[in-house]
């Protein structure tokens, strides 16, 4: 690791319109009598042991060439006040560092030669008690934002020479090697790496589509954060039931059941991996009902889906529809069964060297045909299912499932013939979620159907024989629902 240059340029501090003045003996006041607070020598990120893995499959991805991966920067909400800040899922994936003091930092893989990179990580460091900004900025300042480390322990950390951000400008100027960048993460990066030529472009993009095809397939340790998620957000659909009596007596129920379960996300993990859908009635016929500002209506549906993110970045994904009386009416059991039906024909379909589109192909037979047979479909289901038909999207319109990881849509910059027109891979972990949305202006329903939405998603790793449903804990079947419900609110 680099020592840190003895000067440098003090950044403007990041301080309120509203902030107090500070005077020349306060300011010398709290440049005193600070004790010393290393962090434990024994810290390392949590995936220390295969992070380095990682990077070397980069590398050999893209021999001779510098890498740039950054963090991201801070977005405004309002005036100055910011979201709270997620790293970018190639720079965790590729460091470890996850939490919300890595804003603006960049990983670069530097080549060493016609082969191989040494990793090198510019960052923010802790700010010197010698200065203003730990006490007076407001977006990087120790006493406003939290503690950063310093070069030293970032290093102790990753296992990465660490190098000052002020240093990575110098570093992006001048002569260049053949320079890759994850473009349009961070803008201060991509100013200072702007090259106008289209060649550039593809270049970047290549990047971007190497980070989402090398995190394809996970590693264990991957796959046991991903499980984890899953309980956690097992735990948390179960808060949601408990809290129903509350939820049914609110005007806003949606709300209250968004807010148990992100209580449960916070508590166990860094939060939600998505914005929660908690959508009764005819709102669960809006794919992404975020709005959650509806009442609960006992004779109806509820359609959660909802995933706890853990401290390490990685999402579950699950949905459930549930009865908010405890018992499916005979029509929604027969939509339910229906849904149900599907989501075990696409299951049944995983296995590594199938197609990725095979599980949505025959969710879809199973929802084409059901349709048919209640008389929705005025045409075969078979004729329903060919290309220059397709009418029985109108009743749901999604696919039937994507990876799933860091991102809840993981791996979404890959190209198309590695993931959705690639075959399934042994490690891989993904979403089964066919669905029905059947509208409640839709005239082509009979009205018992109208304003009924229903999916039913669970999460999956790919395994040598099938797949291995990770989100076994939470019931699917109808029967085990009713019971589930009752035992929770007995």
């Known amino acids: ?90 720079y965790t994936w590729l460091t470890g560092l996850s939490g919300e003091d890595q804003v603006g930092h960049v990983l670069v893989l530097e080549p060493t030669g016609p082969e191989g990179h040494e990793p090198v ?124 009596p509350t939820a049914l007596r609110h005007p806003r129920g949606e709300r209250w059941i968004e807010g148990v379960f992100d209580l449960r996300a916070r508590a166990e993990g860094n939060g939600t991996g998505y914005q929660t859908i908690a959508a009764s009635g005819a709102h669960a016929c809006v794919l992404h009902w975020i709005r959650n500002d509806g009442a609960l209506d006992p004779s109806r549906l509820l359609l959660l889906d909802a995933g706890v993110e853990t401290d390490t970045l990685y999402t579950a994904d699950v949905t459930r529809t549930l009865p908010l009386s405890g018992t499916f009416s005979p029509v929604q059991r027969q939509a339910y069964d229906l849904v149900l039906a599907a989501q075990d024909a696409g299951i049944a379909a995983l296995r590594p060297g199938a197609s990725f589109r095979d599980f949505h192909r025959a969710a879809m037979r199973v929802i084409a045909e059901g349709l048919a047979d209640w008389g929705v479909l005025r045409i075969p289901a078979e004729q329903a299912l060919q290309e220059d038909s397709g009418l029985y999207r109108r009743y749901t319109l999604c696919s039937s499932g994507h990876m799933l990881g860091l991102d809840v849509h993981d791996c979404g910059k890959a190209r198309a013939e590695t993931y959705l027109d690639g075959v399934l891979e042994e490690g891989q972990v993904l979403t089964v979620e066919p669905g029905l949305y059947l509208q409640p202006d839709d005239e082509t329903l009979p009205l018992e159907l109208r304003g009924i939405g229903i999916r039913i998603e669970d999460d999956l790793v790919i395994t040598a024989d099938g797949a291995h449903l990770m989100s076994s804990a939470l019931p699917r079947t109808a029967p085990a629902i009713e019971e589930w419900m009752g035992t929770l609110l007995s």
Do not use: C
């Open 121 to 244: 990580l510019y960052l923010r460091p802790r700010s010197p008690r010698s200065g203003q900004e730990f006490y007076r900025d407001r977006r990087y300042g120790e006493f406003w934002v939290g503690r950063r480390p310093d070069l030293a322990e970032a290093a102790q950390l990753t296992g990465l020479r660490v190098e000052h951000l002020d240093d990575l400008e110098k570093l992006l100027t001048g002569p260049q090697p053949a320079t890759r960048v994850l473009a349009g993460v961070d803008p201060a990066v991509d100013s200072h790496t702007a090259r106008p030529s289209a060649e550039h472009a593809g270049a970047d993009g290549r990047l971007a589509a190497a980070l989402s095809e090398l995190r394809l397939v996970k590693d264990a340790w991957e796959i046991g954060q991903l499980q984890l998620a899953v309980d956690h957000t097992t735990a948390g659909f179960e808060d949601v039931v408990r809290a129903l």
């Open 1 to 90: 690791m680099t020592s840190q240059p003895s000067r440098r340029v003090a950044p403007p501090l990041n301080i309120g319109s509203h902030d107090l003045p500070v005077s020349p003996a306060l300011d010398a006041f709290m440049a005193t009598s600070w004790a010393a607070t290393p962090l434990p020598a024994t810290d390392r990120v949590p995936p220390y042991a295969v992070t380095p893995a990682r990077r070397a499959r980069l590398s050999a991805t893209f021999p001779g060439e510098r890498l740039v991966v950054p963090a991201g920067q801070l977005r405004v909400r309002s005036n100055d006040d910011d979201h709270r800040f997620r790293p970018h899922s190639a």
